[in-house]
């Protein structure tokens, strides 16, 4: 599949054949896909213009990414300079994927892959990203927490804009404070199927 796209000039995310063009960017991501994992929609663009802003702020020893497709998240948080990214997924095709796009970008090394979802993995992070489903957002929220430290960061979408009153209400159940919220419209031919064309994303903090 042949795509291509740049994050605030600084980031660049595309298929093997447009290499040329993605290693002009300061940071580049080179990525295989497939329609069940694309790494083009407005949820994915919006995570990484949040993590580029995250990282702006300070270093990030480790990340966990739940849910992780395509790898696209969890690599670039290794481009960006967090120095060990676990990224979790309960379809071992995403697992598959993940891996070949880690050795596409020499990234496999500090690459660990767990299948399963949040409850998997032991112990907390620096930064946790999570592009998922509303309904799993929501139900997951609380392990995402306990994923997290005091200080970190998390990086949450796959939501759109009716539902940001509900996921509000979530992160405050949950003692997270939100910082800043992204929106992005998806537009194609015909009625969308909720109301909306609007996505969202959100980077709220653990304060303690």
């Not at 796009?101 to 500090?110: A, H, K, P, T, V």
Request: with cysteine; net charge positive; hydrophobic share 45%.
């Amino acid at each position: 599949m042949l795509f291509y796209y740049r994050i605030d000039r600084s980031l660049a995310v595309g298929s093997p054949w447009c290499r040329w063009l993605i290693s002009r960017a300061p940071t580049s991501i080179v990525l295989r896909c497939n329609s069940t994992f694309p790494p083009y929609h407005p949820t994915t663009k919006m995570c990484l213009s949040i993590m580029l802003e995250v990282f702006k702020e300070r270093s990030y020893q480790d990340l966990v990414d739940v849910g992780c497709g395509s790898g696209v998240l969890a690599l670039a948080g290794l481009k960006l300079g967090v120095e060990r990214a676990v990224a979790l997924d309960i379809d071992p095709q995403a697992l598959k994927l993940t891996r070949i796009n880690g050795q596409l970008n020499g990234l496999e090394s500090r690459l660990m892959l767990v299948k399963g979802s949040a409850e998997a993995v032991a112990g907390s992070f620096d930064l946790v990203l999570a592009n998922l489903p509303l309904h799993v957002l929501t139900e997951k929220l609380p392990e995402l927490c306990r994923l997290s430290k005091a200080g970190s960061r998390l990086v949450l979408s796959g939501f759109q804009d009716l539902d940001k009153p509900l996921l509000q209400e979530e992160l405050r159940r949950q003692g997270l404070k939100d910082k800043s919220w992204l929106s992005a419209d998806l537009v194609f031919f015909g009625d969308s199927p909720t109301g909306s064309f609007t996505w969202m994303a959100v980077h709220a903090i653990r304060d303690h």
